[in-house]
């Protein structure tokens, strides 16, 4: 071996030690295994930087910020609302929200799509009096499945693809992935739907802030619009619709407030003053058309193009607002902010938001210009809570962001658009069609893995360049040969299964991609099998909560402990292997 390729696997194994040893972040760790390349002299200069400029980056930069405008729209759960009304035991419930993920990341990046879906699981464990750690983590393995399934499922998928280019000249398709991982998916939720009982049922995630407050009880206004399902629904049937989750405190009807009577009819026009936990009221909004008060209100017109928000925050002692309306005190015209919800320990207001008399210690939803809201507080003598995040107020956009991912994965489908293309345009698009506000954008965009992406390619770039991952790959072919061809299969979909935990399954691919494409070729055999099964073991991390983000994203939520993965995801890797071996022979033969 010459010194390059010594320095490059070197590179490699110390790189995945600081994984392992965890002193750094991820993100950290490949800035510095960058700058020993560098240091080194594997990676030129002008090599150095090449990963940022990446499709994969862009790629999935961009399906994050598809991802979350989805997640706003509301319409997955919607969908699941309808279902978990007729689905009321937690093993059928499971079921429907691993199927659900699973079938959704294959849409959308499986990050995406399990932060999509979250919000149900807490919903269903809420009214079941259970813990969400029954559902979090079966999710999270399914949402790994499931990306499985589709090019731009998962990164892995991705990076496989442009590998295979280099060496064949065509890259796998949209859906070349489908019958290998849709069948894998099958499989995973047959077990699961059997093996959440490994799961101890005693986790719970640490309160948050927000939780801590526990304010319940908000309060707002809305009117009944045109084409409403609530017409003619009668007080009764519309609360049992919401699973008695929202309540009506009054009725205005021309002019005349009323108390809510269960046999009484709504109609076009009235206006209801209805109380619940924000996240209920803003789904009861959506969902049947009401306009909330004061959002038709004008904005300032220096503040016409900034982005609207909500804040919530107290009423002090001292506050200008106490023994005060909103309307009284005009905070729209004066302060350009609406009053849209107040919520008040242990009392059920029935008044209208404008003629509401404030006290100290209401907590309100102030509705304005975000950047105009701070300026506000003080003024008022309100005092902002604990940072959540509150759409009540914030206008969704339905079907658009839906249709606009239809529309790229269409376009990459039938291969008229690159991958990079159509999601980056995707991307622009709802954002530009305001289907999600910028900061969210921003804030749904993992910059860490981003950062990790562009600096490990070069990296990895290094055992290509220098010749080492011939040479390692050509050791594992001498081991091979004397295995049958299904066992060379399985040895890469081991390897990668193995690598992945410590290394990160796009770092995992990287490093191991190119070695797969040599060892095929030294063996004989076609690419594609060995190619497939890196990207399935590198996207099937089930032991540890740092291997892929999806694991971790449900690490905290559920209340898990390191050790809980490997009591579930150890049998369901294994289901992996002897299963996931043939169902890749079969639709990638060798020869």
Known sequence: MTTPQILSIALLFVMMAFFVWGRFRYDVTAMLALLAGLALGIISPKQAFTGFSDDIVIIVGSALVISAAVQRSGLIERALALIGGRVTKVRSQLLVLTASVGVTSALVKNVGALAMLMPAAFQMAKKNKASPSVFLMPMSFASLLGGLMTLVGTSPNIIVSRVRQEMTGHPFRMFDYFPT?????????????????????????????????????????????????AIDETVEDFIERHDHDVTITSVLRAGMRSQPQAWMKLREGDTLIISGEPDVLERVISTNKFALAGE????????????????????????????????????????????????????????????????AGDVIVLQGPLTLLPERLPELGALPLAERTLRLGNSRKGWLPVAVLAVAMIATATGYVPVAVAFFAAAALVLAMGALPLAEAYGAVEWPILIMLGALIPVADTLRTTGASRIMATQLAYFAATLPPWGAVALILVAAMAVTPFLNNAATVLVMAPIAAVFAKNLGYRPEAFLIATAMGAGCDFLTPIGHQCNTLVFGPGGYRFSDYARLGAPLSLLVVLLGTPLILWWWPLH
């Open 181 to 229: 991982g849709f069948g894998l998916l099958l499989i995973g939720l047959i077990f699961l739907r059997f093996g959440y009982r490994l799961l101890p049922r005693d986790r719970r995630a640490v309160p948050t802030m927000g939780e801590a407050l526990d304010i319940k009880g908000y309060v707002t206004e809305v009117m009944i619009g045109e084409g409403s399902p």
């Open 296 to 359: 038709d209100r004008a904005v300032p017109e220096d503040r016409k193009d900034e982005e609207i928000g909500v804040i919530e925050a107290v009423i002090s002692t001292n506050s200008a607002l106490i023994g005060r309306t909103a309307s009284r005190i005009k905070l729209q015209q004066r302060l350009g902010i609406n009053l849209i919800a107040v919520s008040r320990g242990g009392e059920r207001l029935t008044h209208r938001l404008g003629g509401t008399v404030l006290r």
